[in-house]
């Protein structure tokens, strides 16, 4: 029994050596050598040791904060947002007296599946001064010439929101669309004879219900927020100047842009490593501690 026990032990550590390996080697390797380079400073490969001098030089850093700022206008405007529009339409969908389910369900999910540059090229043809979107404005009297979406501060941040929106919207949906259909219909049947309206079923059964997908499709869009790169650069190209370039575009800047920094972008990607932190960290409070 004992070589038995042995052999069997023996089996299933061969079968998950590889993957510590791998994962050691391509994920927590990786992570110690950009901390250590975080910790140096100089142009292309020529590189001393700064301590936290990085660091330092961070917060006091104009072009850093500006990213930062756009990046965090994303996070509290988009992902909030984007979770409550896959909300309502996961409800909407899963009602079985809906006829055209199916195509809808695939239509909203579409996007999610395209390809990130295509799209953002659309997206930046759709809002150009003669594109559909101002056409469209113009034919409903909305507006009396077209407007600078790309060009202007406020209106190409608008536009970044609403390619993500569009983008990963029918993604989240999905999550609480299949949660939904484990729901037992007969929660739903007893409200609605106790009296209770479609909003009040909404907030106080649906939401309750999918708490834990909440937070988890949550956790996964503000990752993904703080991490956004492809759409600001293929749509504004981090313009006007810099009222949407993000952390990871400023990263790029560093690395490939300006004169190649390589330290100073390794500590700037350990910043959105602390901002993943802290926001799951929050999320997880606001959830609750049951949802750990």
Known sequence: MTTLRFKKQTIGWLFIILSIIGIGLFYFYPMVQAFLLSLQSGMGANHEYVGFANYVRLLNDPAFLTALSNTMIYLLVQVPLMILLALVFSVLLNDPTLKFRGFFRTAIFLPAVTSLVAYAVVFKYLFSPDGLVNE???????????????????????????????????????????????VDKAIYEAARIDGAST?????????????????????????????LFDEVMNITGGGPGDATVTISMYIYNLSFEYTPDFGYAATVSYMVLLLVVVFSFLQFKVAGDDQK
């Open 136 to 182: 469209l404005l113009l034919q409903l009297n909305l507006i009396t010439q077209p407007l600078n979406w790309i060009s202007d501060p406020v209106l190409a941040k608008i536009t970044i929101i609403l390619a993500i929106t569009w983008r990963w919207t029918g993604y989240n949906m999905i999550f609480y669309l299949s949660a939904l259909q484990n």
């Open 199 to 227: 909003i009040q079923q909404f907030f106080y059964i649906t939401i309750p219900l999918l708490k834990p997908i909440i937070l988890f499709t949550s956790i996964v869009s503000t990752i993904g927020t703080l991490q």
